[in-house]
């Protein structure tokens, strides 16, 4: 099993991997870099710890490290979610489906489409 703690330059990184599929490091590089400055070293120590967790794996052609996801994104997702409900919530989801609607993090309309979600589950 993967560890799923991600840091946040990490999950930049990821979410490249997962729209592309497969990229070099210089691939990810240059997309980074159209809305930050990155060092490619900070690139590196990234990738470096993602393929240490199981996260990320690589394949070289011709001296050239491609690297490819192993996990998919629902999968990071709800770990993520999951801890977030159990560190701040006491692991109760009424608690943190309450906490959302209160403090209006979602719009009326999101909340007749959740209606409609509750509704299709039932039947």
Known sequence: ?????????????????WDKKRA??????DILNET???????????????V??????YDVEKRTYIYYPLVEEPCVANHAVKNLINHMFSGSRESFAT???KNRY?????????????NKRKE
Not at 52 to 57: L, R
């Open 1 to 17: 099993m993967p560890e799923l703690e991600i840091g946040k330059g990490q999950m930049k990184v990821l979410r490249i991997l």
């Open 24 to 29: 070099t490091v210089q691939e990810i590089i």
């Open 36 to 50: 930050e400055r990155v060092k490619p070293t900070t690139v590196w120590t990234f990738l470096k710890v993602l």
């Open 52 to 57: 240490k967790k199981g996260i990320v794996g």
């Open 99 to 101: 906490f959302i609607i």
């Open 106 to 118: 979602i719009s009326p309309e999101e909340v007749e489409q959740i209606k409609n979600l509750l």
